[in-house]
């Protein structure tokens, strides 16, 4: 492959990263109200998903979702529905818990919020798009190498990517969490912020396209 490419690619999708978007508001969400494991654990769930879409990909779902541009929109809409149920769901939550908890939202179980942020992951139009547009400007077929390797190479670069900076933000997260969680009342206000950067989010997946 070539390296050049590699690492165009490379500060490319750095960038892309970086750059405010659903999966970086949701994990902040999740860190805020609900702490590092749970951030950590969402970060996780964010890079699986991304690891499924590699392997789509590179078997030749992309090909098939650029022939079907009607899947798209469907997948957003999908994607933006699912977030706010989980938005309303940790709102409701809060309302029933009138006297607040003493510290950070209760956390989840591990596997739920894996398989939560894992299909906000698979639904997440703006990783779709990635891997539809950006991945094959990158791809040489002269190189003498597949051309199933050269994207499951990237794809797997943008895991790992997505892994340490948003492992990063999730920490920083759950820390500033903690730091504005002092009292009952104030934990109550930081999960509200929690539930509502969740409907944020779900409005950001609606608005990638």
């Known amino acids: 492959m070539d390296t050049r490419l590699l690492l165009l690619f490379l500060g490319m999708d750095l960038l892309l990263i970086f750059t405010p978007g659903p999966d970086m508001l949701y994990i902040m969400a999740r860190s805020l109200g609900q702490g590092r494991t749970t951030g950590l654990t969402a970060v996780t769930g964010i890079c699986c998903g991304y690891a499924v879409h590699t392997v789509l990909a590179a078997i030749g779902l992309a090909a098939a979702l650029r022939a079907v541009p009607a899947a798209l929109p469907v997948m957003r809409y999908a994607g933006a529905a699912y977030l706010v149920f989980l938005a309303v ?29 894992m299909l906000t992951a698979l639904l997440n139009p703006k990783g779709l798009l990635l891997y539809l547009s950006l991945m094959p400007q990158f791809i040489t077929p002269e190189a003498g190498v597949p051309l199933g390797f050269q994207l499951t190479v990237l794809g797997l670069l943008h895991v790992v990517n997505c892994g340490l900076l948003y492992g990063l933000i999730a920490v920083a997260a759950a820390r500033a969490g903690r730091a504005l969680a002092g009292t009952p009342k104030a934990a109550r206000r930081v999960s509200a912020i929690s539930g509502t950067m969740l409907l944020v989010v779900a409005v950001a997946t609606l608005g990638a396209h």
């Open 89 to 117: 769901r940790t709102l409701m939550v809060l309302r029933k818990n009138h006297t607040g908890p003493t510290a950070e939202q209760a956390p989840q179980a591990i596997g739920a919020v894996m398989r939560q942020s």
